[in-house]
């Protein structure tokens, strides 16, 4: 699609992706919650590269990474026997996001979810970034409304 190629993360990408890290930080509204912290991100980033457990796939245009997904994998705590994947975030560069970057890190997330044997997908969406069109597209693509998450900032005892 348009030229973009969906692939593992690598050590040449540590700095784009500590700039996607703090671009998402400030749009998901975590600023309220934490401070940015870029040596964190970039090590984070870096614990990703070839993990069996743990991915980041990136969206490359034009030799420039213009996107990102990351996911995790754990066993289910009421069934050993199945496992799911999660997404921990999926951020476009706003100015590619017609690209179609974004769908096909959405298929790269189900395809490497389906090869590591997870038995579901969790996506999740912002309530700072349009929730309502996301969901509308997570249905359309066989998503189920699933869980709602509520953050509260916990101040030192």
Do not use: C
Not at 81 to 89: C, V
Not at 107 to 123: P, Q
Request: glycine share 10%; no cysteine.
């Amino acid at each position: 699609m348009n030229g973009i190629t969906v692939r593992a993360i690598e050590k040449k990408d540590l700095d784009a992706g500590v700039l996607m890290g703090e671009m998402f930080f400030l749009a998901s509204g975590y600023d309220g919650l934490t401070e940015f912290d870029q040596d964190t991100t970039r090590g984070v980033l870096a614990s990703f590269i070839n993990a069996p457990d743990k991915t980041i796939l990136v969206a490359e245009l034009d030799g420039f990474v213009v996107g990102a997904v990351g996911l995790i994998t754990y066993q289910l705590w009421f069934n050993a026997k199945d496992s799911a994947a999660q997404e921990l975030f999926w951020w476009v560069h706003p100015e590619s996001r017609p690209s179609g970057a974004g769908t096909l890190l959405l298929d790269a997330a189900e395809t490497w979810s389906k090869y590591v044997g997870a038995k579901i997908l969790f996506m999740g969406t912002l309530e700072a970034s349009n929730p309502e069109r996301i969901g509308a597209m997570y249905t359309r693509r066989g998503y189920k409304p699933f869980e709602h998450l509520y953050a509260k900032k916990m101040e030192a005892a």
